[in-house]
């Protein structure tokens, strides 16, 4: 087995993730005259360098197909195999330096070796000095024709003016759902692997938009679960625990005005050791999203969410404050956290604050509409919170998870990573450790299980809700901490196929 991202790098335009840039670069080298520098601009991961050694193959291919590569000649498998000298990539972050240009440019007036053009791809160039800058300009202002440049970078912001007009922008984006989903389809497709949907969508979540990042999640996926890969495998995996609080998550918690879920979701979330900067970036995305959409534009996703475009204002105002403080922050998730206490204090919302009790309030509603006197409701209740105590479902709980393995097998994963925390009347609350678990519990089909499990094994009509509590070694269940999952799956399986797990293991993880 490879690394996924490494074995399935696009090799023609045609296999390039991104549409946009698809399309951009096929009209550009269709034609005779191709441009000869080149600026690829985009986030990390999101197919930079694999689109620049495409070109790098398109204007030396021998066969080419409207301007894609053939991918089998003698140059494009030169190429491909990173074996020519006539196809240059130089680090722009560790080549900063004027001399570094100066060599660079004795290089750009030899003939090429073998291929018909030289191709100079700098990457990170924004990282080179000033006077590096200048150099390159010199170059890039009349470049020898048997040379193409292809700069690229993931900060054009920092790239001087007079650089930037002299060269053919392309703009690599963060990577829409349905071009994410076709990358991983590619590898999935070609390993033969089953995937379940939510694990799909999860990884896609997870992604951030990179294509490199989506493909390594699922490289680690298999590693950990194997070629099919299911929700209840999955549920088993301490890799759900960084990150996995989503813009979406957030956003449902906040308009509940459910305070104690987002701090803490963020809680966990920083003592797992995510990149509380880089998830307050992606809510100002995600928010700055459904300002437009509240304002009426029209964007891929039209989901809105329950947030007035005043209270979407105030809160985005509020993000862009938290990124000021997280400089000066001791703990990385205190700016969001104060953030969202601010927001959630000025605001009345709905008298209810926790899903206990919304679900409550639904519940009670229910049994009004369906006739049942006063009476019989206080009956009932009476009876639910007179007789059960928390320590009885503890007591049983070992039998409500074998239970509820015959109605599904993820339930009851999902369940063996939970607690029972405490009885509020009639509803059981449960503590997990990971919002993926909190949702698929609390969907509502299986939710209906656990509480009919419950009635069979309690015999009482009990209800069931989550919190999500933090994760602690003492407290929890039994989890392992995300490196150690794996490695721990490596060890175990050291025979077949999974012999070179432990090298694959070691490339992700360093
Ligand atoms: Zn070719």
Not at 1 to 13: A, D, E, G, N, S
Not at 141 to 161: A, M, N, Q, Y
Not at 454 to 461: D, Q
Request: glycine content about 6%; charged content about 30%; hydrophobic content about 40%.
């Amino acid at each position: 087995m490879t690394v996924f991202h490494l074995k399935y790098r696009p090799q023609t335009i045609a296999q390039l993730d991104s549409e946009a840039v698809r399309k951009t670069l096929a009209k550009l080298l269709e034609n005779k005259d191709i441009p000869q520098v080149f600026l690829f601009a985009g986030p990390k991961g999101s197919g930079k360098t694999s689109a620049a050694r495409i070109v790098a193959k398109a204007v030396n291919c021998l066969k080419p197909k409207n301007g894609d590569p053939c991918g089998k000649c003698s140059a494009c498998l030169e190429i491909t195999a990173g074996a020519s000298v006539d196809v240059m990539e130089l680090d722009g972050a560790s080549n900063r330096g004027i001399d570094d240009i100066r060599l660079l440019k004795e290089k750009t007036f030899l003939l090429p070796a073998s291929l018909k053009r030289k191709v100079f791809i700098i990457d990170e160039v924004h990282m080179l000095t000033k006077e590096a800058f200048n150099a390159l300009l010199k170059i890039l202002e009349e470049p020898p024709v048997h040379t193409i440049f292809i700069l690229c970078t993931t900060d054009p912001e920092k790239i001087p003016e007079t650089v930037l007009s002299r060269l053919i922008r392309i703009d690599f984006k963060k990577g829409k759902t349905k071009e994410l989903r076709d990358s991983l389809q590619r590898v999935i497709a070609g390993e033969g692997i089953e995937v379940a949907e939510d694990v799909l969508k999860l990884v896609i979540d997870r992604s951030e938009g990179s294509f490199r990042n989506a493909q390594k999640l699922l490289t680690e996926l298999v590693l950990a679960c194997g070629k099919k890969i299911t929700d209840e495998k999955v549920a088993d995996l301490a890799w759900l625990a960084d990150g996995n609080y989503s813009p979406e998550l957030l956003a449902g918690d906040l308009v509940e005005g459910d305070e104690k879920a987002i701090l803490q979701a963020l809680e966990v979330m920083a003592s797992a050791g995510s990149d509380m900067a880089e998830f307050r970036t992606r809510l100002v995305y995600f928010f700055q999203n459904k300002l437009l959409i509240s304002c009426g534009i029209e964007l891929e996703d039209q989901k809105k969410i329950g947030l007035s475009t005043e209270a979407l204002m105030e809160w985005l105002q509020l993000l862009i404050a938290a990124g000021r403080q997280e400089r000066d922050s001791v703990l990385s998730q205190l700016p969001l956290q104060l953030a969202v206490v601010e927001f959630l204090k000025g605001r009345k919302l709905t008298p209810v604050s926790t899903g206990v009790k919304n679900r409550k309030v639904e519940e009670e509603e229910k049994e009004k509409k369906e006739n049942l006197s006063a009476s019989e409701i206080s009956h009932k209740k009476a009876i639910g919170s007179a007789l059960v105590e928390v320590e009885a479902v503890e007591k049983v709980w070992g039998q409500i998870l074998l239970a509820v393995k015959p109605y599904n097998h993820s339930i009851e994963a999902f369940l063996r990573a939970a607690r029972p925390l405490r009885v509020e009347g009639e509803t059981v609350v449960l503590e997990v450790f990971y919002p993926f678990h909190k949702d698929k519990l609390e969907e509502d089909k299986n939710r209906k299980i656990v509480e009919k499990v419950l009635k069979e094994v309690m015999g009482v009509e009990l209800l069931m809700a989550c919190v999500l509590g933090k994760l602690q070694r003492s407290t929890g269940p039994v989890i392992v901490p995300t490196e150690n999952a794996v490695l721990n799956v490596v060890d175990k399986s050291k025979d077949g196929e999974n012999g070179d797990m432990y090298q694959v293991a070691k490339e992700i993880f360093g």
